[in-house]
T-cell receptor
Framework: AQSVTQLGSHVSVSEGALVLLRCNYSSSVPPYLFWYVQYPNQGLQLLLK??????LVKGINGFEAEFKKSETSFHLTKPSAHMSDAAEYFC?????????????FGQGTRLTINP | DTEVTQTPKHLVMGMTNKKSLKCEQHMGHRAMYWYKQKAKKPPELMFV???????INESVPSRFSPECPNSSLLNLHLHALQPEDSALYLCASSLERTRRQETQYFGPGTRLLVL
């Protein structure tokens, strides 16, 4: 079975500060990991994904994430927060069930940016 | 173009009504998904279609009836819903269903309120 745990349901940072959103995974096979962002009243948008090509993955909007197998982590970072980064962020691990891909999502982290 | 469209954006229905949600993509994707998302929760998988055939039904009540008329279109027919079915319904698509590294592209969702 695969799962992800997002530490911190709510993270608040000041504009211009470092953003760090934590995700730890559990997987019996080499994982494929995703970070999605959801802005209010919108669908999910892919930020980045890890598919074993490189441990440091760069995504859109200045976000990046580092895969650390020894720590079973895939934390999302951004050097300098912008007001437009305020949103819900979901980490997900991908599995195959009954021959089809299934994303297993974490509970989400709500990011608030203080001016 | 990585767009998945959904109509309507909002829907209010009574418990005796019949309504349908529509999802469309023109990316040549062969897998399409329906998710249900309650407030402050991650999306939950409901159905997976691959090559217009139902691959996964995650034990969804029969009052939800999916349909995939062609490779670009996915419908969700609603009948005799309960107030607890009120949620954001998200559609997603991916190139193939059988690979864990595939990106699922999400639509903006239909916000459903059952009275």
């Amino acid at each position: 079975a695969q799962s992800v745990t997002q530490l911190g349901s709510h993270v608040s940072v000041s504009e211009g500060a470092l953003v760090l959103l934590r995700c730890n995974y559990s997987s019996s096979v080499p994982p494929y990991l995703f970070w999605y962002v959801q802005y209010p009243n919108q669908g999910l948008q892919l930020l980045l994904k890890y598919t074993s090509a490189a441990t440091l993955v760069k995504g859109i909007n200045g976000f990046e994430a580092e895969f650390k197998k020894s720590e079973t982590s895939f934390h999302l970072t951004k050097p300098s927060a912008h007001m437009s980064d305020a949103a819900e962020y979901f980490c997900a691990v991908s599995g195959i069930i009954q021959g089809a891909q299934k994303l297993v999502f974490g509970q989400g982290t709500r990011l608030t940016i203080n001016p | 173009d990585t767009e998945v469209t959904q109509t309507p954006k909002h829907l209010v229905m009574g418990m005796t009504n019949k309504k349908s949600l529509k999802c469309e993509q023109h990316m040549g994707h062969r897998a399409m998904y329906w998710y249900k998302q309650k407030a402050k929760k991650p999306p939950e998988l409901m159905f997976v279609y691959s090559y217009e055939k139902l691959s996964i039904n995650e034990s969804v009540p029969s009052r939800f009836s999916p349909e995939c008329p062609n490779s670009s279109l996915l419908n969700l027919h609603l009948h005799a819903l309960q107030p607890e079915d009120s949620a954001l319904y998200l559609c997603a698509s991916s190139l193939e269903r059988t690979r864990r590294q595939e990106t699922q592209y999400f639509g903006p969702g239909t916000r459903l309120l059952v009275l």
